[in-house]
Nanobody
Framework: EVQLVESGGGLVQVGGSLRLSCAASGFTFSRNDMSWVRQAPGKGLECVSSIESAGTGTYYAAFVKGRFTISRDNAKNTLYLQLNSLNTEDTAMYYC????????????RGQGTQVTVSS
């Protein structure tokens, strides 16, 4: 059974930073592309960033604009997302999911971790 446990969210002010983590189990993490997706209040699910299984290729949504960095540690079965220069539009529930790009939107997600950015 695929299990994904996200952590690291919280309340920060505009311009602040957070580091999200996702602990994966129940599947061969190192053989799977992974993504971070988010859902803001009243909005649909969108892919924030993706990383290939070996960590050699990445994708970032246009709205990231160089502020976020995705990474992974296949030895620890863990996915990360470093969030910098946060703004209020980044307020959302963040989830990790298997898959790359929009394929991750249909995949199993964990319970999510809430990121709230205050002005």
């Amino acid at each position: 059974e695929v299990q994904l446990v996200e952590s690291g969210g919280g309340l920060v002010q505009v311009g602040g930073s957070l580091r999200l983590s996702c602990a994966a189990s129940g599947f061969t993490f190192s053989r799977n592309d992974m993504s971070w997706v988010r859902q803001a209040p009243g909005k649909g699910l969108e892919c924030v960033s993706s990383i290939e299984s070996a960590g050699t290729g990445t994708y970032y949504a246009a709205f990231v604009k160089g502020r976020f960095t995705i990474s992974r540690d296949n030895a620890k079965n863990t996915l990360y997302l470093q969030l910098n220069s946060l703004n209020t539009e980044d307020t959302a529930m963040y989830y990790c999911a298997q898959g790359f790009g929009n394929n991750a939107l249909r995949a199993t997600r964990g319970q999510g971790t809430q990121v709230t950015v205050s002005s």
